[in-house]
T-cell receptor, first 114, second 113 residues
Framework: NAGVTQTPKFQVLKTGQSMTLQCAQD?????MSWYRQDPGMGLRLIHY???????DQGEVPNGYNVSRSTTEDFPLRLLSAAPSQTSVYFC?????????????FGPGTRLTVL | AQSVTQLDSHVSVSEGTPVLLRCNYS??????LFWYVQHPNKGLQLLLK??????LVKGINGFEAEFKKSETSFHLTKPSAHMSDAAEYFC???????????FGAGTTVTVRA
């Protein structure tokens, strides 16, 4: 199993550009999440999904859209990038909604918005 | 709502000496607690987790943490630091039956030779 994969690893955007960060998992996990990591703030939840067709907002959802058309994929879309969205983005998945289950994190995408 | 406070943003230790990373949590329920480590330019790795079983939890690479409900703390320790322990450490909390995680701000560990 590849686990959780994220593409691209690095991306530079100009303000106002759009892009999609890809996240895929091959473990048949129902629960997937997107986090952003900023210095001195830890990781903060952007959006999450409890299964195909179901998404919801986390702590910092503004400026981001998500969809979940399949169990495997959970893309994160930036419609109009802003410098405040410069961050490292992590995708995570877990098999069930229980906190006792292990969460698997992807390697991250480092995004810079100029 | 749950939250986590990591009491030290940076800890510097000499190789071979003990490491202590402090974490206090706030939760309305009996939480699950985790410690994750992130080495430079790497992803997140789970060190250990507490899920209402034994209060002293042993993790990988010689780390352990003790859950103290009366003090709402979950401090991470290691008896003898190695150079490879230089990394950023995150204390994380989640409510029972909830997979969404709340991260602390992180503690950067520097190990001096």
């Amino acid at each position: 199993n590849a686990g959780v994969t994220q593409t691209p690893k690095f991306q530079v955007l100009k303000t106002g550009q759009s892009m999609t960060l890809q996240c895929a998992q091959d473990m048949n996990h129902e629960y997937m999440s997107w986090y952003r990591q900023d210095p001195g703030m830890g990781l903060r939840l952007i959006h999450y999904s409890v299964g195909a067709g179901i998404t919801d907002q986390g702590e910092v959802p503004n400026g981001y859209n998500v969809s979940r058309s399949t169990t495997e994929d959970f893309p994160l879309r930036l419609l109009s990038a802003a410098p405040s969205q410069t961050s490292v983005y992590f995708c995570a998945s877990t098999a069930t909604g229980r906190s006792t289950d292990t969460q698997y994190f992807g390697p991250g995408t480092r995004l810079t918005v100029l | 709502a749950q939250s986590v406070t990591q009491l030290d943003s940076h800890v510097s230790v000499s190789e071979g000496t003990p490491v202590l990373l402090r974490c206090n949590y706030s939760s309305s329920y009996s939480p699950s607690l985790f410690w994750y480590v992130q080495h430079p330019n790497k992803g997140l790795q789970l060190l250990l987790k507490y899920t209402s079983a034994a209060t002293l939890v042993k993790g990988i690479n010689g780390f352990e943490a003790e859950f103290k409900k009366s003090e709402t703390s979950f401090h991470l320790t290691k008896p003898s630091a190695h150079m490879s322990d230089a990394a950023e450490y995150f204390c994380v909390v989640s409510e029972p039956d909830d997979y969404k995680l709340s991260f602390g701000a992180g503690t950067t560990v520097t190990v001096r030779a």
